[in-house]
Structures are given as C-alpha cells and as structure tokens.
C-alpha cells in the first residue's frame, strides 16, 4: 500500500486563453490529499480547511490583476511545547502581473512602491499563489494557549550565571543607593 502524499497540484491557467473582456473567476478547495501534501511543503502539521477564490482581471491592453481570498484553518506546532496549534486564516490576495517590468540587475536593487507586481508570465498557477499566499500568512510563532517559556541558565562550573534580571543596567542602582543611604546615617 502507498502511503506517499501527492506531489501538490497544478492549475495553470494560460493567460492567452483567458476572456480579456471580462476576466476569469477561479474557486480551488483542496481535497485531503492536496491539502495534505501543501502542509508537507510548507512543514506544518495540517491544514483541516483550504480555500481560495477569485478574479484574475485584465488591466489595460498586456497586463493582469488577480484578486482573491485565501481562507484556511491551519495546525502548527507551538514553539515552547510542541502542542498543536490552529490557527484560522483569511487574507486577501493580490497580484499584479506586468508585462512592462523592469528587469532586475545589479547588487543594489530599490524595492518597488507596489510589492505586488510580478513579471507577466505566459501561465499562473493558481496552486502556487495558494500556496504563497499561504506561507506569508502563517504565524511565524504559534504558541498554545498558556504556553510560557521558563528562564534556563546555563554556565561553565564554578562561574556565576548571567541572568535576565542580572544583565540589567540599573537593576542594581537601588541596592546600591540604599547601602549608601546606611553609610550615611
């Protein structure tokens, strides 16, 4: 028996074959299978829901716009215990495609004023946005509800150890005033 997950699907979608006078709408909802195997991808434990809709656009004579939202109920691991974490997430999604793009040369490059813009290519696929999109939207450190982390030292024998409360600046000038405070009276 095959226990493998699927290699995440595609869906491109050739911008030449789409209605320019209109747009295209698109609606994905990922199986188990593919939900499973975007998870694999991204190194988290599951995705229980995943959706993402929307309107690729024409805008102007070469250039497109997509459109979308992202929906998904996600488990990752916490960070301080490992317990899983769900997280629900709606984002919305945009893309710009450019026909016109500036090429990229050079070790210093400005950063764009939109950060949407993207080359235009001859095809989109879909999954890939979805997947993207989901990334960037993850939480970068999911923590269960009560999770703290403790203080751990750790030093050589025979040396005292740096602590938190120890590596602060004024933490000891009130000891310090009172001890002088004493002397003086």
């Known amino acids: 028996m095959d226990t493998a997950l699927p290699e995440i699907p595609r869906s491109p979608l050739r911008l030449s074959d789409l209605t320019a006078s209109s747009g295209t709408q698109f609606a994905l909802a990922p199986d188990a299978g593919e939900r499973g ?41 916490c960070v301080v215990t490992l317990a899983p974490v769900t997280t629900r997430i709606d984002e919305t999604v945009t893309r710009s495609y450019l026909a016109d793009m500036p090429d990229i040369t050079g070790t210093e490059v ?3 004023q939109d950060d949407t813009a993207e080359p ?15 990334a960037l939207a993850l939480p970068l450190y999911p923590r269960a509800d009560g999770a703290e982390l403790d203080q751990t030292v750790y030093t050589e024998k025979g040396v005292t150890p740096l602590t ?3 590596a602060k600046p004024f933490a000891g000038l009130g000891a310090l005033r009172d001890s002088l405070k004493d002397k003086d009276d």
């Open 110 to 112: 400005e950063m764009p």
């Open 37 to 77: 195997a975007i998870a694999d991808a991204l190194g988290i434990i599951g995705i229980r829901k995943l959706r993402f809709d929307g309107k690729l656009t024409p805008q102007g004579r070469k250039d497109w716009v997509l459109t979308g939202t992202l929906g998904a109920t996600v488990v990752q691991e």
């Open 164 to 166: 938190d409360e120890a």
């Open 120 to 134: 235009l290519p001859e095809t989109i696929d879909l999954y890939a946005v979805l997947t993207e999109a989901l």
